[in-house]
DNA sequence: ATCTCACTTAACGTATACGTCAACTTCTAT
DNA sequence: ATAGAAGTTGACGTATACGTTAAGTGAGAT
């Protein structure tokens, strides 16, 4: 029933990360598993919070933001707060991506022109249309 | 005749940069500049240099491509093959853009989606609709 | 008993594009 | 002569997210 435990190469390769990263994670604070002995040991709960990380980060908020984001999820039961912070971090984000979105289209437009011109001022040459393999075959 | 001669300063100022960042590019191999004595002196082209440096930034190169175009201004004076690595490296700077774009259309669809939900559940939400500001004044 | 694998901590390395001192030298103006 | 502005060369600092040794511990397998 989902008590299962894993090593940090289990829940890395699990989750298709680096054991380096898990602990780099409990590093920043990001997880705090158990222990066994000296070994650390993860439950389904740190897997999930593992998984929020991830998916955070997919979104592109730093590992900053992401830690914040579940320091609010623990300290707050009814996660009503947590849920505005949220609301407003992804709302940050999504105005940030749509400007993101505009200077990628301005970007594009130049870099379209520049190719036109380029291939326009190549089709202009006279000679060597294409390195002749043969030129003075020595 | 464009026979003006800039200091460092000068030259940054007037393209919006900083002293350091020209100085910066000069060590990076990207501009060369005469002395005076000790002193940076900029011509013209090397102003137009410049310009195409910060250029090449804005439309994301690094400073490692952008060296490797200037290289080949310089040692190819009927800039044909100059033409064609322009192109090419331009034409790998699109595809990359347009994954971006796809890579960021998905994001923000996410994004879209975790924050109507999180709107939802916050509207699911019984008590304190807004934090009241009246709560219990002490 | 020894090998070998998995785990641990600590700490330096990487990539990019500069910012920011520190410590001088030089030139111009007063 | 001297203050002040501007220039110079190092060289370390910054931010981000890990990668990569190094050096050692503990446990099961042979």
Redesign the pocket.
Known sequence: MSDTLY????LANDLG????????????ALLN?R?A?????YTHRDRARLIL?LRG?RLG??????KEYLDLYDADPTRQEQMRALLKRVQARLDSLVEQEKALAETMAELRTIAQQTEAALAALPASEAPSKVRRAR
Chains 1, 2 share one sequence.
Not at 19 to 28: H, M, N, P, Q, S
Not at 61 to 66: A, G, N, P, S
């Open positions: 090593t940090v190469t289990q990360v680096t054991a380096r990263t898990v602990r780099f994670y409990e590093d920043k598993p222990r002995g000296n070994n650390r040991v990380i980060k908020f730093t590992l900053r933001e992401i």
